[in-house]
Structures are given as C-alpha cells and as structure tokens.
C-alpha cells in the first residue's frame, strides 16, 4: 500500500497494522499530509464542530520521588526550585479558574508523598461542593490502586497518566531502574477498570525513539481506547542527561495527531503546551491537525517557572485571565471558539461516556 492507500485505510477503518504506520511515518510527502491533515480536521469537526474545550491546569506540586532521565523537575536536579501549593492556594486557583468560565480543573503534580490520600480526598470533596458542575482532573502520576479507587470515590473523574513509550525497552531508556513499564501499562488498566475517564499518551522524538516505537504507541492507545491522549514534542531541559538531544518535530507531532484522530474518532485530543513551546502557532496548527482541547495555566503565576519540565516553557509569565484570553484569541484566529462545559468523553452515534 502506498501513503494515500493507508490515509484512506485509516479514515474508513480506524485502523492500520504496524508495518502500515511505520511506512506512513517513514515515507509521507507534504501533498499527503495535508490529506491526512483534511481528513483528520473533518472528523474532529464532525465531533466537536468548531468548538475547543479548555482545562485548567493547577501545577500542585513540583516535588517529585521520580527520576524520569528526560524531566527537570526529576528528584535528581539539584537546581530546581520545589514549592507545593497548599488545599487554599489551590482552591483559589479553581476560584479564578470558575470565575474565567473553567467548568474542568486539572491537578498536576510531581509524585510528591506530601499529597495523602486523605488530604486529596478533602480537598477534592472541597471541589466538588463549591463547583459542583465541574470535572476533577487527576494527573499525579502512579499510586497504589487502593489509593486510585478512594480518589475515585472522593469524586475525582478523570486521570492523566501518559504511557510515555509504549515500547519496555525503550522505556527503560528514558527511567531509571526501579520505574516499571508493567506498573505503568497496567496502572493505566486499572484506571479504566475504576471508571476513570483516562488519558494516556506519548513524548514524540524523545530520545532513541524508532519509528517502529511510535508505530507502537498508535496501537497501544488504539488497543486500550483511553478517553484522552496527550501527546507533544519531547523538549531538552538544561539540567538532565538529555540536554543535548534535539526537541522532537513539529512536523511529525502533527501527523501524529491526525493519526490518532482517524484512529480513534472519538477521542479527546489536546495541542498542548510543549506543542506551543517549539513553534509559535503550534497549538493552532495542533487543533487544524485534528485535536480538540487546550488547557491553559490557572496555576500562581509567582510558581510557574519552576514547574519546569523542559525548558523554554512558554505561558509561564502571564496571569490565568491573560492565558486564557491569549488562547482564546489564537483560537479564534484559526476560526476556532472555546466553550466553557465540562468537555466529557462521548461517542458519536452510540451510547453516552
Ligand atoms: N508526575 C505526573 C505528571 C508528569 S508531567 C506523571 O507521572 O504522570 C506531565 C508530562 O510531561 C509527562 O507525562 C511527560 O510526558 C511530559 N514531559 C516531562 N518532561 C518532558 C520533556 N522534557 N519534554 C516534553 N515533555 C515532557
């Protein structure tokens, strides 16, 4: 099969074996990109129409027990600043955030055991009272499944927890020894089994990734049908092992999203922000290629450049209000508008979540 063969394979499929995706990545000229790219668009507009749903990310904590070989915040960076926002720090960011039209709040954090389940528990029981009409995003790393299931309990919804890699090899590559792919992959079950809407997703060009590996990770979201997929360019932080590796391109995250849009028709997409930090429209160019979520920072803005997972993160001098109306206007630019619900999981033509 040629490229145009495999785009259309996957449009009318939703599918595509491993050596079909390799050939894809491997060999798709510009004219056959911007088919993938129509295709991709038009099926998220059969979706979402013109509309993006937003979420506001809170930056809790940047502690962190890991030592991912790729990350600045990981235990080992001497030079990172720590700070963890307190339940009321964090409540006021959800207040901003309320106010700006956020109706999903995403609580991101390094694996930071000063977070208990019990704290968690309170402070997302909190949440929930003051705005009940609002979706709780989890983004915490890996816990135990006990403690997953009481925060699902509390009343969390949603789970972010990208696969990284799926590929053990290569995930051994970029964690030390004692982080496990089996936790990870089966962690990720797990939330699924729980109820969780859960995301999973992927660093694209992070170091010593083949295009067998990225071939990989499409199956792997395809085979465990999360309800969201993160995926943005790997991006050298200063302070890591990695800092002399080339950021992952533009050009393929791009195609990267459309093929996962085909792939799974359904699901929710971000552009996100690493996707912004190695190109100026890049977020734009991320929703024109088939995803269907931003998620601006409502965290404190004197914290946010120390939650500095790469370097040259961008939004990190800017207010929640500024963010969002920066956003907003990009996404506008591009004849996009950004709707103030929940943005849940559906199925197009089937049942409910
Ligand atoms: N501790 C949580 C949150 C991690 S930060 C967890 O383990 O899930 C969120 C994501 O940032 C990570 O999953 C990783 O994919 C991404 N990330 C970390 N370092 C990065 C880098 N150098 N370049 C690009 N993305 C990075």
Redesign the pocket.
């Known amino acids: 099969m040629n490229c145009n063969e495999i785009i259309n394979k996957l449009k009318t499929t939703q599918n595509a074996d491993k050596d079909e995706l390799i050939y894809l990545l491997d060999n798709i000229t510009d004219d056959e990109r911007e088919t993938l790219r129509k295709n991709a668009q038009e099926v998220a507009q059969e979706r979402f129409g013109n509309k993006i749903f937003i979420r506001g990310l809170i930056e809790i904590s940047s502690f962190?027990k890991?030592d991912?070989f790729?990350?600045?915040i990981r235990r080992s960076n001497k030079n990172a600043v720590r700070y963890r926002l307190s339940a009321e720090d964090i409540l006021s960011c959800c207040d901003k955030g309320y106010a700006l039209g956020f109706r999903t709040f995403v609580l991101?954090?390094?694996?930071d055991s000063h977070f208990t389940d019990d704290m968690l528990c309170e402070l997302i029981g909190e949440i929930k009272q003051r705005y009940p009409d609002c979706a709780i995003t989890l983004?915490?790393?890996?816990r135990s499944f006990d403690s997953l299931q009481r925060l699902y309990n509390a009343g969390a919804d949603r789970y972010?927890?990208?696969h990284?890699t799926a590929c053990k090899a290569h995930y051994e590559r970029l964690h030390p020894d004692g982080m496990s792919f089996d936790n990870r992959v089966n962690t990720l079950y797990k939330l699924k089994e729980i109820g969780y809407q859960t995301g999973a997703?992927?660093?694209v060009g992070s170091p010593f990734q083949t295009t067998e590996n990225l071939a990989d990770d499409l199956l792997f979201i395809k085979k465990l049908k999360p309800q969201m997929c993160?995926i943005?360019?790997?991006?050298?932080?200063k302070d890591?092992d990695?800092r002399d590796f080339e950021h992952g391109s533009l050009e393929l995250t791009l195609t990267l999203l459309s093929i996962i849009r085909l792939m799974n028709p359904d699901i929710l997409l971000p552009a996100t922000t690493?996707l912004g930090t190695i190109d100026f429209r890049g977020r734009e160019l991320g929703i024109l290629h088939g995803a269907n979520v931003v998620m601006p920072n409502l965290s404190p803005s004197e914290h946010r450049k120390d939650y500095s997972?790469?370097d040259n993160k961008i939004c990190t001098g800017e207010e929640a209000a500024e963010c969002l109306v920066c956003l907003k206007n990009r996404m506008r630019s591009i004849g996009y508008e950004i709707v103030n619900s929940r943005g849940d999981y559906r199925q197009l033509n089937n049942k409910e979540k």
């Open positions: 962190c890991n991912c790729y990350c600045g991101q954090g390094g694996e983004s915490l790393g890996e972010l927890l990208r990284e997703g992927f660093m993160g943005g360019p790997f991006v050298p932080h890591t990695y690493a997972l790469y």
